[in-house]
Structure formats: C-alpha cells, structure tokens
C-alpha cells in the first residue's frame, strides 16, 4: 500500500458510561476536557485532519454529551454498538472509507504523536503488512495502525461479540494479521514504571498535575518532553503508582475472546 491516493483515518473508541471512572473523557484539566487533550495529539499526526479523526462512540444516549464536545474540536462522530467495539470499528472504517487507520484509545490523552506517524509510515511502505503496533513505550503511550483488509478479515472471524477489553488480540494474537512491532526509537522514550492511562481517580490526578506544567495551547509536547518531566517528577509518577497490577488483573478477568480460524474451528485467545 501506498499512501499517495489512499484514504487514511484516525478512530479512537470512547464512552462515557464507563466502569471505574464516569464521564473521565470530558473531565477538564488546563480548562479543556480530556478528549480534546487527546484529539491535539492525534491531529498533529502527519497523515489526518480533524475531518478524518473519528472518535467511535456507542449509540446511547449517556455518550450525547461527548459528541457534543467531538464535534465542537472539528473532529468527527461515529455511534456504533455498545460492546462490540470490532463490529463499531468496522462500521465506522466503512462508512468513512478508510484504507488504513491510525486507532487510538481513548483512556491515553498522551498518546505518541511520533508513533502515530511511524506505526501509519511503517504500515504504508510494505503491503504484505495488516497492522504495526508499538513495544517497550509507556502504558498508555503506545498506539497502532491496521488496513481495512485486516479489520474486514477480523470482522470475518471474530466471535465474542462482547470484546471491548481486549479487542486489539483478534488483530495480534489468532495468526489473523500479519503483524510488524516497532521498538522505541530513542531511550527517552522509555520510562517502564511510567502509567499513561486514565482509569482511575488517581490517574486523574497523575494527569492534571502533569497537563498543568506541560500544557500550551496550540502545541503538543513529544514523547520526550512527558518521559523527562516523569523522570524530573518522582511525586507525579506516585500519584498512580501501584495501579497496573490492579489494572491486568481485571483485564485478564474480563477477557473472553473466541474466533474461527481459516479452517473452522473455534478458537479462545490466550493472554
């Protein structure tokens, strides 16, 4: 693939009637909500425009006041299945004819813009590849990117349609997708007890005390400016700290993944 003549994309799921932490996405830190701290990063990446930033909602009517504050960036809406996140992903990369995407979380508003443009790079410049993903960065700094033939092969053989903890392993655990991992291309990319995502109320505060030094309007600090703070700043890394055997667990715990292989038969992904 190409990307001269290709439609690429940006999708970010996002809900606000989540489980541990309501409404996170727009809590406001430096006077702007959450998602638009995460919607600056996603749209300094070389390959998108806010018209082609999707941030993939579900159709209840507890997420209206997110597309409220989607549209009011200039980024777009897409309203999809509650739970079935592969079926919304799909829905949207159809209905916006996108070759290729850029997926974001929307829990990581510290996603790497760098990584953004590398894993999209890496993906477009060779074609036997479904999906290029990030290793050895941060939790909550790491992002992917997949072509439409992948999510459509997925969509072909994935089976729990309950699948919005763990989706991404129907993309690189079943032998689906080809796969290419990128590694950190600077050490000061690398901070291993560094946790980039938003949770819980104490990732809120690791995140609000960090925007509140690192935020400028209208620029987007790298990967390397958040590591180097998060280094200089022992008490904002303890805010959270102690969090992520709390966050696997449940993770393993919610994971109930079945797919069909080329052959037929039923599969469960192992994590």
């Known amino acids: 693939m190409k990307s001269k003549g290709h439609n690429l994309g940006a999708i970010i799921p996002a809900r606000l009637n989540s489980e541990r932490l309501p409404g996170k996405a727009l809590m406001e830190v430096c006077g702007r909500p959450i998602i638009h701290h995460l919607l600056d990063r996603v749209t300094a990446c070389k390959h998108v425009v806010p018209e082609r930033t999707v941030v993939c909602v579900t159709q209840e009517k507890s997420d209206d006041p997110l597309v409220e504050a989607v549209k009011a960036y200039g980024a777009k809406i897409f309203r999809g299945s509650t739970n079935d996140i592969i079926a919304r992903f799909y829905a949207a990369i159809d209905y916006f004819k996108f070759d290729a995407v850029i997926q974001i979380d929307g829990d990581d508003p510290l996603s790497a813009t760098e990584y953004m443009d590398l894993t999209m790079d890496r993906l477009l410049s060779d074609p036997s590849l479904d999906i290029v993903t990030c ?20 969509l072909k053989h994935y089976r729990s349609i309950k699948n919005d903890t763990g989706f991404i392993y129907f993309f690189t655990k079943t032998g689906l997708c080809k796969q290419l991992e990128v590694d950190p291309i ?82 469960r992904i192992q994590v």
């Open 135 to 154: 290793r050895g960065l941060p939790l909550g700094t790491a992002v992917k990117s997949f072509t439409r033939a992948a999510m459509a092969r997925v």
């Open 186 to 267: 600077s050490p000061d990319h690398i901070f291993e007890t560094g946790r980039l995502t938003l949770d819980y109320q104490k990732d809120f505060m690791m995140f609000t005390a960090l925007l509140e030094d690192l935020y400028m309007p209208h620029q987007v600090a790298g990967l390397d400016q958040v590591v180097k703070y998060l280094r200089e700043h022992p008490e904002v890394v303890a805010l959270n700290a102690g969090l992520d055997e709390e966050y696997w667990n449940r993770t393993r715990e919610k994971i109930n993944l079945e797919f069909k292989g080329e052959d037929g038969t039923l599969h």
